[in-house]
């Protein structure tokens, strides 16, 4: 029995998948939770400062927060905590399997975290990390701006409007927008009500893909 298409995605067939890593592929809200919290406490301020603040890049959180003349510094601290906890870093349901079944040159993983941190990261979960990672090192905006997703396109040499994001938070999906990707929302770390996206779904392990010779399609 052939599957039909998803109604989100009827008649299209994408030539990659450009996935979010922290809250989409891999859990680390606890160590970051630690790592900012304990973060917080040394620059004195308040509780809930990082509300609204998932999915964007460090250093502009940061620069939010601290004073100018602090932001290097507070930046250097906070990716020093980031990097040393790596306790309870998990596999999020589907994700492994989900990123293994897509070919080599059609996947890439797109995170605001550094090049450093997106590494620990990934090695502490044993995710099957694809070839292409971009980082906010790799580009001069983060999200929600289209630079991180365009990049990810032109290193796989494709399209990006030929391109499936998968994200878990606002920031990213109006960066995936921005560049002209399609979209697809990973309930967790917001609430399906919070994902603005073509289609949200519960977890990756509620995606079912069907692969041709020029790429692959949603099935209902």
Known sequence: MTSAPHPAFAGRTFAAALFDMDGTL????P??????????TEFGLPDGFRDGMHGKPARGLVADLLPADRVEEGFARVQALELVDLAGITVLPGAAELLSGIPEPRRAIVTSCTRDLAAVRIAASGIPAPAVVVTIDDTVLGKPNPDPFLEGARRLGVDPRDCVVFEDAPAGLAAARAAGCA????VGTHRADQLDADLVVESLADVRLIFTADGFSFAA
């Open 26 to 29: 891999i859990d680390s809200t």
């Open 183 to 186: 979209t697809v929302g990973v």
């Open 31 to 40: 160590a970051v939770d630690r790592a900012w919290s304990q973060w917080g």
